[in-house]
């Protein structure tokens, strides 16, 4: 079966992987000059299988006046007199209950449970370089208040087969030295010690070199998608800059242009852009930063070690999908790492980048079939992306193919909480007519 993958980050290509390892002709279109060079490029690197408590939180009532207010937040409302912002926050801000949470948060695990068995299967079975390791994670906290609710999260994520324990402030600096400068305002962490890290840009270039080596793939660039084309309930076509193009099945998995692709035809995705930053900072010696993955709560900054580097990111912008870099942002996360870790000098080679990451009401992403026969969906993972590409990307390829997935996808498909239900007033619009319906070319 010849598969149309529209999309060429990370989500895309490893629907990819899994696609052309069951056997099909997939081809991937990707509207820039470069595979994963959208919200792939330079994220967080970390892979958090066991920290996916969504955004949306019962904290975020109490955050309302600087989400709202403050410019230095970490997470900020960015206002628009845009309907579409404002059904979704208000989506948002009914999923920020304790019980929706907790939902939200068994979904997340179980799809990045499997991701961490498929990333682990890919890198025992496929030689390939991106600075794959299991480093463990540590999240410090700052406050009592943050870090009693973190070990009432801590009781909860245990029940659900994550492997997590609690320690004080001198554990903290002696399982990772670099935090020595900052021990007098850690109140406590919490160690997983079976969390990962890895560069996603590598990733997505390995896993393109692997596919191209096959005769079952190819990868069609600055080919952007004009138009779904469809034809009673099956896509007949993609309307591109580069022509039409067919196939017998599509998938898309275009990040934050996946709403505006499917809302013409009839499918009104809940997906907004949420903007975050990063920075990548070469090391003179790497003794100088952190040898495990950290994340500091307070700041919600998190700070990932790669090969010869450290790549620190942060911050959630809800509003506006310019990628332009903010300067005032890239100075407070390079503001924090001299604050975090003093031993880094060296800022010459700073490498500074900004992505938007496609999320949903609730965090979790929606996958599988739309009303479309031939036409699945692969999108919303917000700041999970990377965490939960090989999840979903094998769940994806199965469906494709005619497989029961491996997991449950309770709460990711389209026609429940991932969908319409999340939304609130979002909905699978089909046209009521077949004037209105027709043939969409």
Same mark, same amino acid.
């Given at each position: 079966m010849k598969v149309i993958v529209i999309g060429g980050g990370v989500i895309g290509l490893s629907t990819s992987y899994f696609l052309v390892k069951q056997g099909h002709e997939v081809v991937m279109l990707e509207r820039e000059r470069d595979l994963?060079?959208?919200?792939?490029?330079?994220?967080?690197?970390?892979?958090?299988?066991?920290? @996916?408590?969504? !955004?949306?939180?019962?904290s975020v009532f109490s955050e309302l006046p600087s989400l709202l207010f403050s410019r230095d937040a970490p997470v900020r409302l960015r206002p628009q007199f845009h309907l579409?912002?404002?059904?979704?926050?208000?989506?948002?801000?009914?999923?920020?209950?304790?019980?929706?949470? +907790? @939902?939200?948060?068994? +979904?997340l695990l179980? !799809?990045?449970?499997?991701s961490r068995q498929l990333y682990q299967e890919i890198a025992g079975k496929e030689a390939l370089a991106f600075s794959y390791r299991r480093t463990g994670k540590l999240v410090v906290y700052s406050s009592q208040k943050s870090w009693q609710a973190a070990l009432g999260q801590l009781d909860y994520q245990k029940s659900l087969g994550c492997e997590q324990?609690?320690?004080?402030?001198?554990?903290?600096?002696e399982i990772d030295p670099s935090l020595r400068d900052i021990r007098e305002r850690i109140t406590g962490g919490i160690l997983t010690p079976s969390e990962e890290t890895a560069d996603c840009h590598r990733f997505c270039l390995e896993l393109t070199?692997?596919? !191209?080596?096959?005769?079952k793939f190819t990868a069609l660039t600055e080919t952007g998608v004009r138009r779904v084309r469809s034809l009673g309930d099956r896509i007949i076509g993609l309307e591109t800059t580069n022509g039409v193009i067919d196939g017998d099945t599509y998938v898309l998995a275009a990040g934050v242009e996946s709403r505006k692709l499917a809302l013409p035809i009839g499918i009104d995705l809940p997906i907004y852009p949420l903007r975050g930053y990063s920075v990548t900072i070469p090391l003179a010696s790497l003794g100088d930063g952190p040898s495990l993955s950290i994340t500091d709560?307070?700041?919600?900054?998190v700070y990932a070690p790669l090969d010869g580097a450290l790549r620190v990111a942060g911050f959630v912008e809800i509003g506006g999908d310019e990628r332009a870099i903010a300067e005032d942002r890239i100075d407070i996360l390079l503001d924090a790492v001299r604050k975090t870790f003093p031993r880094i000098t060296d800022f010459s080679r700073v490498q500074p980048w900004?992505?938007?990451?496609?999320?949903?009401?609730?965090?979790?992403?929606?996958v599988g079939q739309t009303r479309y026969a031939n036409f699945f969906l692969n999108v919303g993972h917000g700041a999970l992306g990377f965490t939960l590409a090989t999840g979903s990307g094998r769940v994806v390829a199965d469906i494709v193919s005619g497989k029961a997935p491996q997991i449950s996808l309770d709460g990711m498909l389209l026609k429940?909480?991932?969908?319409?239900?999340?939304?609130?007033?979002?909905?699978?619009?089909?046209?009521?007519?077949?004037?209105?319906m027709g043939f969409r070319a």
């Open positions: 994963a060079s959208g919200a792939s490029r330079a994220n967080g690197s970390q892979l958090s299988y066991s920290y @996916v408590a969504p !955004l949306a939180s019962p579409h912002q404002w059904r979704w926050f208000m989506s948002f801000l009914r999923a920020c209950t304790k019980k929706q949470s +907790r @939902v939200t948060t068994e +979904r179980r !799809l990045s449970f499997y324990k609690a320690i004080g402030a001198g554990e903290c600096c070199r692997l596919l !191209l080596s096959s005769s709560y307070a700041n919600k900054i900004c992505g938007l990451r496609p999320a949903t009401p609730h965090g979790t992403p929606i429940d909480g991932a969908g319409p239900e999340a939304a609130g007033s979002y909905a699978d619009h089909r046209p009521q007519s077949a004037m209105q």
